[in-house]
């Protein structure tokens, strides 16, 4: 573990993006411990006889719902944005150095848990930890940048004189034709 750990902006953090000066931002995972899971277990029971001595009380308790917690509840799940300093496992990293810079200047918690590293990987992060994230200011999304584009405005010139060309060489032709036949007539 490094020495200066310490709460990091994202903003200071997004800095370190270079080869020779790479940080990482890794969320890690507390997933529910016993003491929660047990709690989970009591409350659940204690919902339903609730919900039961309500929907059968004789004053008649109505709209009473039992309550869902949907599946996506992350019950007791701590999520904690770590800054990891890799700069000195750049060279040695098994995936290269490359992935890791392409994951700085953003929560790489995804990319890293995509790779599935192993549990020596994760082992070896304590190495590397240096501080947490202030979540606050972790952008939610990246800003969307559209590409700049040229206004459409093609050179109609061209268009134009073709018409016109398309107007006239006829009138021209039958002109001298006229002309012509004029002249041929007055011989
Ligand atoms: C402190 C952060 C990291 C550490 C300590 C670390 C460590 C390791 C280790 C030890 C391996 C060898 C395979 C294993 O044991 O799982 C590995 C492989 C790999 N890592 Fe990382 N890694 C880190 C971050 C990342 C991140 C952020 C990415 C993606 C952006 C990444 C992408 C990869 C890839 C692509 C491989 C190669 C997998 C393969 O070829 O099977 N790693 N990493």
Same mark, same amino acid.
């Not at 800003?143 to 268009?159: L, M, R, V």
């Given at each position: ?6 709460? /990091? ?6 800095? /370190? ?11 890690? =995972? ?22 039961? @001595?309500?929907?059968? *009380?004789? @004053? ?18 701590? /999520? ?12 040695? *990293?098994?995936?290269?150095?490359e992935v890791?810079l392409s994951a ?12 599935? /590293? ?22 939610? =999304? ?35 034709? @006229?002309?012509?036949? *004029? ?5």
């Amino acid at each position: 573990m490094g020495s200066d750990q310490k709460v /990091h902006v994202f903003e200071e953090v997004a800095k /370190h993006n270079k080869t020779k000066d790479c940080w990482l931002i890794i969320s890690g =995972k507390v997933l529910n411990c016993l003491l929660c899971a047990s709690l989970v277990v009591l409350f659940t029971i204690l919902k339903r006889y609730l919900v039961y @001595f309500l929907t059968l *009380h004789p @004053f008649g308790v109505s709209g009473v719902k039992e309550l869902k917690r949907s599946d996506g509840d992350n019950f007791c799940v701590a /999520h904690t944005g770590k800054v990891y300093d890799v700069t000195p496992f750049m060279e040695d *990293h098994p995936g290269g150095d490359e992935v890791l810079l392409s994951a700085t200047g953003k929560d790489a918690t995804n990319d890293f848990e995509d790779v599935g /590293h192993s549990d020596s990987a994760r082992e070896m992060m304590d190495k590397y930890y240096i501080g947490d994230i202030d979540q606050s200011t972790v952008p939610l =999304k990246r800003a969307y940048i559209p590409p700049q584009q040229a206004p459409y405005n093609p050179d109609k010139t061209s268009e134009f004189v073709i018409k016109i060309l398309q107007i006239l060489v006829p009138l021209l032709i039958l002109g001298l034709a @006229f002309a012509v036949r *004029h002249y041929t007539k007055e011989k």
